[in-house]
């Protein structure tokens, strides 16, 4: 067993797309969930139009990459509208199965066969990276140190990708100590007294999915920039991963959703690499190496179930603004 | 205080414990017997043809093929050349469909001896071997074209089926939303573990179906009886608010849909009986004896249920608590032991739906239940959230819908129709068919 190795790729994680899609992704849902109490279940649905939108403007009409971003920004607004307006008025579990329900209609949408020309179906979409390294300014080479060595097409998707989650939290953070932030809080702990207060509730909760949604719709865009689309990525089990990422990390917190990510995805990649390798030496004779994969969403799962009865605030988060209201 | 609380807490996890490893220690049987089917991508095996006429291939000839994997379809190509990859060999049966309607005009297919009424589909095995060819006869001559009519009714009895299987899981989810608030996302792992448990019963062990079956229904009532004692009991003494109990059910449905996966792996196994021979009936109506049977148990229970909920004394006391948990303790009833026998009662009949819907499929995957746990919450939104009969009746119409739709809508977004449906009911009537406008709160 190379340990060292196994440290190095668990490493190599912390700057992988798919930890900056998670972490954008949780930021967006600390908005629907932490500050707004809304209980999105579609994330996945939201970070596939941001991916779909994407890699379909690229290839079925050429569209550059930067009109490409906007389209699929629009597509997580219009996303976001068609869920809202029949759902923002009643109790939040109906959201919940809702947002559960249209996440799969999209997904069910892009796997079809019925639209291949243009999703793909089941194989997914790829090859519209040209025209985003073309704008790639980092000259050709290989820069970094240690486990994060890469050449500059690898660079720019992580670059970018930071980019645009630093003006996430940049954004929720001005957002939350804003005026709208307090409503929005506000409508969180006591939907009724906002109301009492002239407040138009459903307006304020219908923003908040909107500027949420967005952020979950890039998170899906950077990981379809590092990597390409597939359908199989956008499963319901996506939204719940994304979810134990926020309430680990701390959903009503303007960190903690990052650190979520951060967290959750370092150690599935540790994981990934100890258990087969323990598996190897004999430590684990219960296992085969690949049922020791399975025991980490086992533990996901698991972790998940954990937090929310213990540490329902998340590691971030102040035990007095709990994010849960009874 | 503090001695009386900690006695039962301590005396509970010993039960747990037991029933837990009892559990535990079945599957693992499982695990060390039933091998994994195959890979759940990449799939090893493939059925593949050639479709020529006069020697000429033909192009743009759909074919489709149904078994264990799912449905899938193929194009010939500009060589007259299909093929797809499917998941399972062994005794296995795939249906091969040749769309006649894709054939140039006047051109069908053949059969010589005129013994075989649809020639156009054919059934295949791949036994020991890795790859089998399907090839079908052209010439000149009648389409096996079927009615639209025959078409229509063979899909609302196949829906009917369907509906009645998915209303043995609603009935319980429902009863469940009720009695304690939680929308329980971990009811599809509760659906997969009732054909889990047919499957060790009655393949890894060899028992009878008739033995089998009853003693899987038996198990998941005791698996429900485990988790509500292990898990659901202590967390209502906790406090715990309806939206963390329902993250926790999202968390407990992730793990189990893992562990099984660690017993079964990535394929598709078969319980026995599967591909029984279909029985023509009347038009196009061909059911076998599974079809028939599993439909006259669905009803059978349904009506049992109905019966236990509006004659028995815990059935009143559940209605009672359904309707008001506070007045309900007040009058005397033990909420406890009445969410007690709720879980046990939802986790039965979601069995009972498992097996059901591993004949229906057909096969067992470690996450077949999650495939319809959206269906479930459709037909229980449709029906009226937390009203016993409503989930009955959601239940029919979503059967009926997703079957029939298919008739119109290609067969890979034949759930869409139902979710779609599900969207809708919440925007004009959100508390369902048979709900009261208060309980959406």
Redesign the interface.
Known sequence: MNFLQILSNTAAQILDPITIAYALAAVGLAVHFGFTGL?NMGVAGFMAMGAYGYAISVLTFGAPWWLAILVGIAAAVVFALVLG???LR?????L???T???A??AR??F????FDPVTGSADGLSGYHTDFRAANPLPPGTYGFGPWQYNETQWWPRIFGLVLLALAVLLVWALMRSPWGRVIKGIREDEDAVRALGKNVFSYKMQALVVGGIICAVGGLVNALGANVNPGNFM??QT?FV??AL?LGGAATIFGPVLGAVIFWVVQAFLSNLLPALVNIGWLPF?TS??SQ??R??????????I??FM?QGLLGNKKELT??? | MAITRSAPTRRLPRIVVVLLTAVLATLAVLLSTAAPAGAAEGDPYRISGLITLDGAPLEGVTMTVDGPGGEQ?AETNAEGRWEVYVPERGDAVYTVTLDESTLPEGIAVIDETGADESPNVREVTLGQISSVVVNFFLGEGERNTTSFLDQFVERVVNGINFGLMLALASIGLSLVFGTTGL?NFSHAEMVTFGALAALLFSVTLGWPVWVAMPLAVALSGVFGYALDTALWRP?RR???????L???S??????????F??FI?GGTVQLPGVGAEKIPLFGAVRLSVIDMASMGIAVAVIVAYALWLTKTRIGKATRAVADNPSLAAASGIDVDAVVRVVWIVSAALAGLAGILWAYFRPGIRWDMG?TIL?LI??AV?LGGLGTAWGALIGALIVGLLVEVSSLWI?A??K??GA??I???I??FR?QGILGRRER??
């Open positions: 209980l307006i029949p759902t009643l109790r939040g579990d109906y919940a199965i809702v559960i329900a249209a799969e209609v069910l949408l796997l079809t066969g019925a319901t089990s719940f979810w134990t309430l296992l690949e049922q399975m025991l969403f086992v533990l996901v799962g698991a972790a998940l179930m954990l929310v009865v329902p849960f209201v009874k | 379809t929308s967390l906790k406090g715990l608010g309806i939206v963390q329902m993250i926790v999202i968390g407990l449905s992730l793990a189990l849909r893992y562990v996966q660690m792996g999650s959206l919450f459709a939104t290609p890979d977004l759930n869409v979710l779609v599900l969207i809708l919440l925007l959100p959406i709160g």
